[in-house]
């Protein structure tokens, strides 16, 4: 790397090679050589028109990542910083200069500093040595493969926005059909966390900064009054917009830098709506039923939250195959599902379509929570003289993500028969909530597949009842009188 204006001792700075050294925070691994750093470095120094700012600000929160756990010189990093953009030319282009080059270094290191590095992985003998003491292998020049010894890892709990449901550092996917909801959902998510308001089901929510990339959705007519509409603290949410050289955010390229923006800013929350809008569609680059495409996209999405306190939830559509487990309807690809700790499921209420149930699909880091009705509701938004939509929260609903597209267990003519006994005897005095036909046919040991089953042999009734929920009724029969019975 040569930097042709440099002072002679910058340039001796840059050229030095370091041996490497211990980190006295994990002792069994070792810092990167400067070799690792100058890269970098020459990176931002070849960084044409157009990309410098954006390099520079990554190379910066690449080196303050660094600072700590590795001991490097900060002056003098900040020095090498500046001298690669004065060798790119971006101090002297009239558009940038000294001041935004200095504020870009700053936002990009303290950003950095922010997520520190502490270790680099060891060297890992091919011969399969035995660790050393400290628990390091190391074997001549083989390639280096991470090994960490469980008893050096320190455990420590899931970090939840919503518990059992959002989680930091971690991507929880939310799908359905379009129409049902899933855009006022993260909506609903930025109200919360933006202005401290409790979970609908009781739970705390602290409170944040929330970022959305809305690719169907226009800012101005859409996701501004929607905001309003829900009550969210508008100088809280941050609507992603394009990248400094103009182009379109795409998560092909970008997703590091995506998660590294949010984090800069200080959000909580980042919410993708839809993925199939910032996979850089139309590029060749990937095809969203190929699992290992789908995945060479996710996983550095995934890889970049870890060790960050940013929940991301991310929106897809269903696809168009029927008759399959709930699992097997997200998008395009079931790697998309597996990319997720947790995913949920947005489909109508098999009672009444104007009802919504979010149900879970998967849960790898908790126990599944239990599904949720809502419903939209229209308010009036002074700024734009119109009714928008907005999430009414209704309450627990005992539905699966499978019984919402229509998969059931098979029940045996027993089993259903046992139900429409326990249901004529329970609603034969008049109609009875559906929460509680529910409950009492657990605790007779009734499932709920023969309960639903039996429910539509019987023609059972489903009446709502305002806000309150759903109301089980048998259907008016007419009884035939003997004979003897009429009167003359």
Request: include cysteine; proline fraction near 6%; charged fraction near 25%.
């Amino acid at each position: 790397m040569e930097f042709p204006n440099a002072p002679n001792d910058i340039l001796e700075a840059l050229r030095e090679e370091r041996t490497q050294k211990e980190c006295p925070k994990c002792p069994h691994w070792s810092k990167p050589s400067d070799k690792y750093f100058e890269a970098m470095l020459e990176r931002l120094g070849h960084a044409a028109k157009g990309e410098r700012n954006i390099v520079l600000n990554q190379v910066a929160w690449g080196i303050g990542t660094w600072v700590d756990g590795a001991e490097l010189d900060e002056e003098l990093y900040r020095l090498k910083l500046l001298q690669a953009a004065t060798t790119n030319g971006l101090i002297d282009d009239p558009d940038d200069g000294a001041e935004t080059v200095a504020r870009t270094i700053e936002s990009g290191w303290n950003a950095g500093r922010k997520n520190p590095h502490t270790v680099q992985p060891p060297t890992i003998s091919r011969s399969g040595a035995a660790p050393s003491s400290t628990g390091e292998i190391r074997t001549g020049d083989d390639p280096p493969i991470s090994v960490t010894w469980a008893e050096k890892i320190t455990a420590k709990p899931i970090q939840w926005m919503w518990k059992g449901r959002i989680a930091r550092g971690k991507l929880t996917l939310i799908g359905g059909d379009p129409g049902l909801g899933k855009g006022l959902l993260g909506i609903d998510t930025a109200m919360r966390v933006s202005t401290g308001t409790a979970w609908p089901d009781g739970e705390p929510c602290p409170g944040g900064r929330v970022l959305l990339l809305t690719g169907e959705d226009d800012p101005e007519d859409t996701v501004k009054p929607r905001l309003e509409a829900a009550g969210a603290d508008v100088s809280r949410v941050g609507l992603v917009g394009i990248m400094l050289d103009g182009k379109r955010v795409n998560l092909v390229d970008h997703a590091q830098l995506l998660v590294q923006t949010a984090v800069q800013v200080g959000a909580s929350v980042l919410v993708i709506d839809p993925l199939s809008s910032y996979l850089g569609a139309g590029s060749g680059k990937i095809n969203a039923w190929r699992a290992q495409d789908i995945r060479a996209v996710l996983d550095p999405l995934v890889e970049s939250l870890r060790g960050t306190q940013l929940a991301l939830i991310v929106v897809v559509h269903l696809n168009k195959t029927e008759g399959q487990q709930a699992m097997y309807r997200l998008s395009d690809s079931i790697a998309i599902l597996a990319a997720a700790r947790i995913g949920f499921l947005v489909a109508p209420h098999p009672d009444d379509p104007d009802v919504r149930v979010l149900a879970a699909l998967k849960s790898n880091i908790s126990k599944k929570p239990i599904s949720l009705s809502f419903e939209i509701e229209e308010v009036f938004v002074a700024s734009v003289n119109d009714s928008i939509g907005r999430v009414h929260w209704l309450h627990e609903v005992e539905i699966t993500a499978d019984d919402l597209v229509g998969v059931k267990k098979q029940e045996s003519p027993r089993a259903t028969v046992r139900a429409q006994e326990f249901l004529s005897d329970l609603l034969a005095d008049g109609g009875v909530a559906s929460t509680e036909v529910e409950a009492k046919a657990k605790t007779q040991g009734i499932g709920r597949g023969s309960l639903w089953e039996a429910k539509k042999q019987m023609n059972v009734v489903a009446r709502k009842v305002a806000h309150d929920g759903w109301v089980w009724e048998l259907p008016i029969r007419i009884t035939l009188k003997k004979p003897d019975q009429v009167e003359a």
